[in-house]
């Protein structure tokens, strides 16, 4: 362990406490800045990089029980889908960043520029070699595992504001935790931008503290573009959940589960012209407005997830994250028959879950 009460510490500790605060600050007022869904994804990645992989229900109730949220395994795994990357690209970014978190001691412990060197290298892997761009999730896991080896890193007097940060805050304060380190173990190499320290020892204080300036200069107007950027972004993922609340609350008991409705009423309304039966005219109107409200969920992309009524047998992990009506199941390779109540529904082209399935145990004739 590096020692927390020698000099250089304290002046590592106390520059990125400054970053900290400044960052945190600027996050509050900026548009693309905090909200509870990036400290609820923040939060998520803590756990992870201090509990390694979790199956998703197991991670809902870490979060449950520290945060005291009320998540399902299914809460989980929509959250999962907003890193977008996959369940193996999520494992190695675990990996990755449990590595990082190592070399980062390692170099504290040490002071040594080639303990520095090795952490660069490795915060500059690139976590996928199958692909050529990285995955702007990095940089949180990044942020969140060296604030959990290293807890000061995270924390001010208004408590762990570092869960405050979307992409490019966590960017760019691992941008100034990397400087500090460089600094700490006298390092001559910087985090990838402007390498000043060569031109510091030929020029005099006054150029050094313009050459410093520019770099900050830089780095801010690079800081305000990729916060435009992400900006833009929050604010499409905003569009698409707003159509998902939408549908989910067309789905609400509140409503009388409309959803699911307009597939009963198709479904009669198919049976009633294969018997040929002649509808009243008076309802003729209502028809063409179910049809059309029926095309409408189609062309928005919403589907059901499951038949509704089909009757099959599941174990308990297939139907993991339907509401289950019914007997607990005994083991994991227990079969139960079970009839779908409600099918559930989709955002397809965004692959968002709008409403659960809903799944009840029916004796088993066979």
């Not at 999730?137 to 990044?142: C, D, L």
């Amino acid at each position: 362990m590096p020692d927390m009460n020698s000099e250089a510490m304290k002046n590592f500790l106390s520059y990125t406490k400054a970053c900290l605060v400044k960052k945190s600050k600027r996050s509050e007022t900026s548009d693309s800045g905090f909200n509870e869904d990036v400290m609820k994804e923040n939060r998520l990645i803590r756990i992870l990089c201090k509990k390694g992989s979790l199956a998703p229900r197991r991670c809902a109730d870490a979060m449950n029980e520290k945060y005291g949220y009320d998540l399902r395994g299914s809460d989980v795994i929509d959250i999962f889908k907003s890193f977008k990357i996959t369940q193996e690209e999520r494992q190695e970014m675990i990996e990755w960043a449990e590595k990082l978190g190592k070399l980062f001691m390692k170099a504290l412990d040490s002071g040594k520029a080639e303990d520095y060197d090795a952490f660069l290298e490795k915060r500059e892997e690139n976590v996928n070699s199958r692909k050529s761009k990285r995955p702007k999730i990095r940089n949180r896991f990044a942020c969140m595992k060296l604030c959990t080896v290293l807890p000061e890193l995270g924390n001010t007097e208004e408590g762990p504001v570092i869960e405050k940060f979307g992409q490019v805050f966590a960017m760019y304060y691992l941008y100034d935790i990397t400087d500090a380190l460089a600094e700490y173990c006298n390092s001559d190499k910087g985090h990838g931008l402007k390498n000043l320290k060569a031109e510091e020892e030929e020029e005099n204080k006054s150029n050094k503290e313009v050459s410093r300036l520019e770099q900050a200069l830089e780095r801010s107007d690079m800081m305000l573009k990729d916060l435009q950027d992400e900006f833009d972004e929050r604010l499409e993922e905003s569009k698409v959940k707003e159509m998902a609340d939408f549908f989910s609350r067309l789905n609400s008991d509140k409503y009388g589960r409309i959803l699911d409705e307009l597939l009963n009423v198709r479904k009669g309304v198919t049976r009633l012209k294969k018997e040929h039966c002649e509808l009243p005219p008076e309802i003729g109107g209502l028809l063409i407005m179910t049809q059309k409200l029926t095309q409408f969920v189609r062309d928005s992309g919403i589907n059901p997830i499951m038949k509704p009524q089909e009757i099959k047998k599941v174990k308990a992990a297939d139907i993991e994250f339907c509401d289950y009506d019914g007997s607990p199941f005994a083991d994991k390779d227990e079969e139960k028959t079970v009839q779908v109540v409600s099918p559930g529904w989709i955002y397809s082209d965004k692959d968002l879950q709008i409403a659960r399935p809903k799944v009840k145990e029916v004796e088993d004739n066979e």
